[in-house]
């Protein structure tokens, strides 16, 4: 019954390599979110999406590309893996303010990304 | 959003009652404060959240300054498993615009 999941947990590859993180949420939630977190621990959102639509883009290189098939699921591809994409990245998700929520928003476990 | 700033670390004993003070001094009248807290190798979780009057919830109390420049988290009985990251962060609440902008977080430890 895990609310925001992840798959992988942990993902070490090569630099160069294509690879995809998936998320899935069943709290029944419209909007959902990728946040970095980097080795000095700060946490910045890259992506959001509201109801499949891309609401929020932060500068992200373009290599990175959220794919949302449905609003349970938010994925993150990534081409061309670089060193400085180690890091730990969290799927979040929450309600919007049409939906009377509080806006809080509900993190899964991460998934630890080591680039060699 | 607001900018907080926040102690980088502090100590509490177990049982006894954690304060951690965040300043916002420039947020504005829309702007609402809230906590979230990163346990070691966990995701960020909600702790709580206001706008001007104090607020409690099963984890915390919040209490918002009357000038609203500066809050303070509550946790009143510490326990080890409150040892974590917490973060302070004020946002305006908006209509499907959600941008939450975390900064470095008060790193409590709660000691035996």
């Known amino acids: 019954d895990t609310a925001v999941s992840q798959t992988p947990k942990y993902l070490v590859t090569q630099m160069g390599n294509d690879k995809s993180i998936k998320c899935e949420q069943n709290?029944?939630?419209?909007?959902m979110y990728w946040y970095k977190q980097d080795s000095k621990k700060f946490l910045k959102i890259m992506f959001s999406?509201?109801?499949?639509?891309?609401?929020i883009n932060e500068t992200v290189p373009n290599r990175f590309s959220p794919k949302s098939p449905d609003k349970a699921h938010l994925n993150l591809h990534i081409n061309s893996l670089e060193l400085g994409d180690s890091a730990v990245y969290f799927c979040?998700?929450?309600?919007?303010?049409?939906?009377?929520?509080?806006?809080?928003?509900?993190f899964g476990p991460g998934t630890r990304l080591t680039v060699l | 959003d607001a900018k907080t700033t926040q102690p980088t670390s502090m100590d509490c004993a177990e049982g006894r009652a954690a304060n951690l003070p965040c300043n916002h001094s420039?947020?504005?009248?829309?702007?609402?404060v809230y906590w979230y807290r990163q346990i070691h190798s966990q995701g960020p979780q909600y702790i709580i959240h206001?706008?001007?009057n104090n607020e409690t919830n099963e984890m915390a109390s919040l209490i918002i300054t009357e000038d609203r420049k500066s809050s303070t988290l509550i946790l009143p009985h510490a326990t080890l498993r409150d040892t974590a990251v917490y973060y302070c962060?004020?946002?305006?609440?908006?209509?499907?615009?959600?941008?939450?902008?975390f900064g470095t977080g008060t790193k409590l430890q709660v000691i035996p």
């Open positions: 979040a998700s929450s309600l919007t303010p049409s939906q009377g929520g509080y806006n809080e928003q509900f």
């Open positions: 709290l029944g939630h419209d909007t």
């Open positions: 999406y509201n109801n499949k639509e891309l609401i």
């Open positions: 420039t947020i504005s009248g829309n702007e609402y």
């Open positions: 206001g706008l001007k």
């Open positions: 962060i004020v946002r305006v609440q908006t209509r499907g615009y959600q941008k939450v902008t």
